[in-house]
């Protein structure tokens, strides 16, 4: 399943779900490649999206959310 929009300025979640319906889904969470705050352009810094963030499980979000290196990277600093 595609979450989000066909503007390839936005970011976009692919859901992939097993041929059993008791497996939880699994979630990617993609961005398009553009540094924080830069102005956007095309076409787009990566020739591919960059993974974020996975989600799996079935428990609590914090629990089945992991950013990845590069998700890490474009947090907030606090």
Not at 50 to 74: D, I, S
């Amino acid at each position: 399943m595609l979450f989000g929009g066909n503007n390839p300025y936005y970011g976009k979640t692919l859901g992939y779900l097993t041929a059993n319906p008791e497996e939880p889904m699994v979630s990617f969470d993609l961005c398009d490649g553009s540094a924080p705050g830069a102005e956007q352009s095309w076409p787009p810094e990566h020739e591919e999206p960059l993974l974020l963030a996975v989600r799996f499980g079935t428990g609590p979000f914090r629990q089945t959310f992991t950013f990845t290196p590069e998700g890490q990277r474009r947090l907030p600093a606090e």
